[in-house]
Protein backbone atom coordinates (compact mmCIF):
# COMPACT_ATOMS: atom_id res chain seq x y z
CA UNK A 1 0.00 0.00 0.00
CA UNK A 2 2.76 2.44 0.59
CA UNK A 3 4.29 2.44 -2.80
CA UNK A 4 0.78 2.59 -4.50
CA UNK A 5 0.47 5.81 -1.86
CA UNK A 6 4.01 7.01 -3.31
CA UNK A 7 2.77 6.90 -6.58
CA UNK A 8 0.24 8.42 -5.96
CA UNK A 9 1.09 11.63 -4.65
CA UNK A 10 4.12 11.58 -7.29
CA UNK A 11 1.64 12.16 -9.82
CA UNK A 12 -0.96 13.97 -8.17
CA UNK A 13 2.03 16.94 -7.40
CA UNK A 14 3.11 16.48 -11.12
CA UNK A 15 -0.82 17.41 -12.09
CA UNK A 16 -1.29 14.05 -13.51
CA UNK A 17 -5.14 12.34 -12.85
CA UNK A 18 -5.20 9.29 -11.32
CA UNK A 19 -8.26 6.58 -10.55
CA UNK A 20 -8.39 5.39 -7.07
CA UNK A 21 -11.18 3.45 -5.04
CA UNK A 22 -13.30 5.68 -2.80
CA UNK A 23 -15.68 4.03 -0.44
CA UNK A 24 -18.43 4.82 -3.28
CA UNK A 25 -17.11 4.30 -6.79
CA UNK A 26 -13.74 4.48 -8.48
CA UNK A 27 -12.79 8.16 -8.22
CA UNK A 28 -10.86 10.23 -10.93
CA UNK A 29 -9.09 12.75 -8.76
CA UNK A 30 -6.29 15.66 -9.70
CA UNK A 31 -5.01 18.21 -6.87
CA UNK A 32 -7.70 20.98 -6.83
CA UNK A 33 -5.47 23.45 -7.38
CA UNK A 34 -4.09 22.35 -10.95
CA UNK A 35 -5.55 23.79 -13.57
CA UNK A 36 -3.90 22.04 -15.74
CA UNK A 37 -5.10 18.55 -14.15
CA UNK A 38 -8.48 20.04 -13.96
CA UNK A 39 -8.47 20.51 -17.43
CA UNK A 40 -7.46 16.86 -17.85
CA UNK A 41 -9.91 15.48 -15.98
CA UNK A 42 -12.72 17.05 -17.93
CA UNK A 43 -11.08 15.95 -21.55
CA UNK A 44 -10.79 12.35 -19.79
CA UNK A 45 -14.35 11.78 -18.67
CA UNK A 46 -15.54 13.98 -22.04
CA UNK A 47 -17.61 15.83 -19.21
CA UNK A 48 -19.63 19.08 -19.66
CA UNK A 49 -18.15 22.30 -18.09
CA UNK A 50 -22.18 22.54 -16.56
CA UNK A 51 -21.05 19.70 -14.34
CA UNK A 52 -18.64 20.69 -11.35
CA UNK A 53 -16.18 18.26 -9.98
CA UNK A 54 -16.29 17.85 -6.31
CA UNK A 55 -13.73 18.56 -3.59
CA UNK A 56 -12.55 15.07 -1.43
CA UNK A 57 -11.27 15.83 2.06
CA UNK A 58 -9.38 14.43 4.39
CA UNK A 59 -11.69 15.53 7.37
CA UNK A 60 -14.09 18.63 7.82
CA UNK A 61 -11.76 20.94 8.95
CA UNK A 62 -9.84 20.68 5.32
CA UNK A 63 -12.43 21.58 3.67
CA UNK A 64 -14.69 24.05 5.59
CA UNK A 65 -12.47 27.15 4.60
CA UNK A 66 -14.08 26.44 0.94
CA UNK A 67 -17.32 26.89 1.75
CA UNK A 68 -19.57 29.15 3.43
CA UNK A 69 -23.18 28.91 4.93
CA UNK A 70 -22.54 25.64 6.78
CA UNK A 71 -24.58 26.24 10.02
CA UNK A 72 -27.49 24.61 8.38
CA UNK A 73 -25.90 21.30 8.03
CA UNK A 74 -24.20 20.56 10.81
CA UNK A 75 -25.88 18.00 12.07
CA UNK A 76 -25.46 16.22 8.62
CA UNK A 77 -20.94 16.28 8.95
CA UNK A 78 -21.59 13.64 11.34
CA UNK A 79 -22.31 11.39 8.49
CA UNK A 80 -18.70 11.62 7.47
CA UNK A 81 -16.55 9.77 6.80
CA UNK A 82 -19.03 8.21 4.21
CA UNK A 83 -21.01 8.59 1.10
CA UNK A 84 -22.22 11.91 1.50
CA UNK A 85 -21.42 15.15 -1.17
CA UNK A 86 -22.55 18.08 0.86
CA UNK A 87 -23.27 21.20 -1.67
CA UNK A 88 -22.86 24.71 -0.01
CA UNK A 89 -22.14 27.80 -1.46
CA UNK A 90 -18.63 28.19 -2.52
CA UNK A 91 -16.13 30.32 -0.51
CA UNK A 92 -13.29 32.51 -2.25
CA UNK A 93 -11.02 29.84 -1.42
CA UNK A 94 -12.42 27.03 -4.73
CA UNK A 95 -9.96 28.30 -7.46
CA UNK A 96 -12.32 30.09 -10.31
CA UNK A 97 -10.88 27.10 -13.03
CA UNK A 98 -12.18 24.59 -11.08
CA UNK A 99 -16.13 25.35 -10.62
CA UNK A 100 -16.55 27.88 -13.52
CA UNK A 101 -19.47 29.74 -12.66
CA UNK A 102 -20.83 28.08 -10.13
CA UNK A 103 -21.88 29.79 -6.85
CA UNK A 104 -21.76 26.28 -5.18
CA UNK A 105 -19.50 23.39 -4.92
CA UNK A 106 -19.98 19.45 -2.91
CA UNK A 107 -17.55 18.48 -0.77
CA UNK A 108 -17.42 15.07 1.00
CA UNK A 109 -14.92 13.35 3.30
CA UNK A 110 -14.75 9.57 2.13
CA UNK A 111 -14.65 6.28 3.86
CA UNK A 112 -12.04 4.33 2.64
CA UNK A 113 -8.64 3.78 4.36
CA UNK A 114 -6.12 4.03 1.21
CA UNK A 115 -7.68 7.42 0.36
CA UNK A 116 -7.82 9.39 3.39
CA UNK A 117 -4.22 8.24 3.65
CA UNK A 118 -3.24 9.67 0.23
CA UNK A 119 -5.77 12.70 1.22
CA UNK A 120 -3.56 12.91 4.33
CA UNK A 121 -0.26 13.72 2.40
CA UNK A 122 -2.26 15.93 -0.19
CA UNK A 123 -1.37 19.57 -0.70
CA UNK A 124 -4.04 20.74 2.06
CA UNK A 125 -5.73 17.25 2.61
CA UNK A 126 -8.09 18.13 -0.70
CA UNK A 127 -8.55 16.39 -3.68
CA UNK A 128 -10.88 17.88 -6.98
CA UNK A 129 -12.82 14.32 -8.21
CA UNK A 130 -15.62 12.89 -9.96
CA UNK A 131 -16.33 9.23 -11.19
CA UNK A 132 -14.11 7.65 -13.05
CA UNK A 133 -16.42 6.69 -16.12
CA UNK A 134 -17.04 8.88 -19.39
CA UNK A 135 -20.10 10.87 -18.71
CA UNK A 136 -23.37 8.79 -19.36
CA UNK A 137 -21.19 5.12 -19.16
CA UNK A 138 -20.78 3.65 -16.46
CA UNK A 139 -17.56 1.45 -17.20
CA UNK A 140 -13.91 2.81 -16.13
CA UNK A 141 -11.81 0.77 -18.78
CA UNK A 142 -12.33 4.23 -21.44
CA UNK A 143 -10.74 6.52 -18.60
CA UNK A 144 -8.58 3.74 -17.68
CA UNK A 145 -6.49 3.24 -20.23
CA UNK A 146 -5.34 6.71 -20.56
CA UNK A 147 -4.16 7.92 -17.18
CA UNK A 148 -0.50 6.81 -15.73
CA UNK A 149 -2.40 5.40 -12.47
CA UNK A 150 -5.71 3.15 -11.56
CA UNK A 151 -5.66 1.99 -8.01
CA UNK A 152 -7.91 -1.26 -7.83
CA UNK A 153 -10.10 -1.82 -5.26
CA UNK A 154 -9.61 -4.57 -3.00
CA UNK A 155 -13.08 -6.92 -2.19
CA UNK A 156 -15.25 -5.37 -0.22
CA UNK A 157 -13.58 -1.72 -0.26
CA UNK A 158 -16.43 0.17 -2.15
CA UNK A 159 -19.97 -0.19 -2.56
CA UNK A 160 -20.41 0.77 -6.49
CA UNK A 161 -22.97 3.54 -5.42
CA UNK A 162 -22.58 6.53 -6.08
CA UNK A 163 -22.99 9.12 -2.83
CA UNK A 164 -26.04 10.66 -2.37
CA UNK A 165 -25.85 14.08 -2.53
CA UNK A 166 -27.31 17.01 -0.59
CA UNK A 167 -27.62 20.93 -1.34
CA UNK A 168 -27.57 22.76 2.04
CA UNK A 169 -29.16 26.76 1.21
CA UNK A 170 -30.62 29.20 3.76
CA UNK A 171 -33.94 27.95 3.18
CA UNK A 172 -33.27 24.54 3.75
CA UNK A 173 -31.86 21.04 2.38
CA UNK A 174 -32.50 19.59 -0.98
CA UNK A 175 -31.67 15.91 -1.66
CA UNK A 176 -30.48 16.51 -5.39
CA UNK A 177 -29.44 12.66 -5.38
Sequence with gaps: MEQNLKKCLKLILDSEPIIIPTDTVYGLVCRY????????????????????????????????????????????????????TIVLPVSKHVPKFLNKGFKTIGIRVPKNKFLLKLLKQCPNHVLASTSANVSGKKDVNQIAKKVKLFVKAKKGEMSYRPSKIIEITKDGIKVLR
Excluded at 33 to 50: D, F, G, P, W
Design 33 to 84: NSKSAVEKIYKLKKRSRNKPLILLGHDWKSLKRFVVGVRHGMPLLKQWPGPL
